[in-house]
Nanobody
Framework: QVQLVESGGGLVQAGGSLRLSCAAS????????MAWFRQVQGKERVYVAA????????YYADSVKGRFIISRNNAQNTLYLQMNSLKPEDTAVYYC????????????????????WGQGTQVTVSS
């Protein structure tokens, strides 16, 4: 049984920082690309950032580029999202996701390319 458990969300003022974590279990974490998505209530879940299975390459949505950093520790089966210079529009529930295929995937920003998701962690940025 694959499990992804996010933590680290909370309430922060605009301009502040938060670090999200996603603890993975149930399959070989290091064989799968990982990603963060976010969702505002009543809206579609959207892509935030992704990282390759080995961690050598990272990808970001334009809205977070230069402010957020995705990373992973394969020895500890953990994915991270360092969020800096937070804005009120970053307020959302953040989900980590594991790619369905092992190693290389074609589209890092497509929800359909990920088969396991965490339960989400709320991030609220006040103005």
């Amino acid at each position: 049984q694959v499990q992804l458990v996010e933590s680290g969300g909370g309430l922060v003022q605009a301009g502040g920082s938060l670090r999200l974590s996603c603890a993975a279990s149930g399959r070989t974490f290091s064989s799968h690309a990982m990603a963060w998505f976010r969702q505002v209530q009543g809206k579609e879940r959207v892509y935030v950032a992704a990282i390759t299975w080995g961690g050598s390459r990272t990808y970001y949505a334009d809205s977070v580029k230069g402010r957020f950093i995705i990373s992973r520790n394969n020895a500890q089966n953990t994915l991270y999202l360092q969020m800096n210079s937070l804005k009120p529009e970053d307020t959302a529930v953040y989900y980590c996701a594991s790619s369905a295929r092992t190693y290389y995937i074609q589209n890092y920003d497509r929800k359909d390319d990920y088969d396991y998701w965490g339960q989400g962690t709320q991030v609220t940025v006040s103005s």
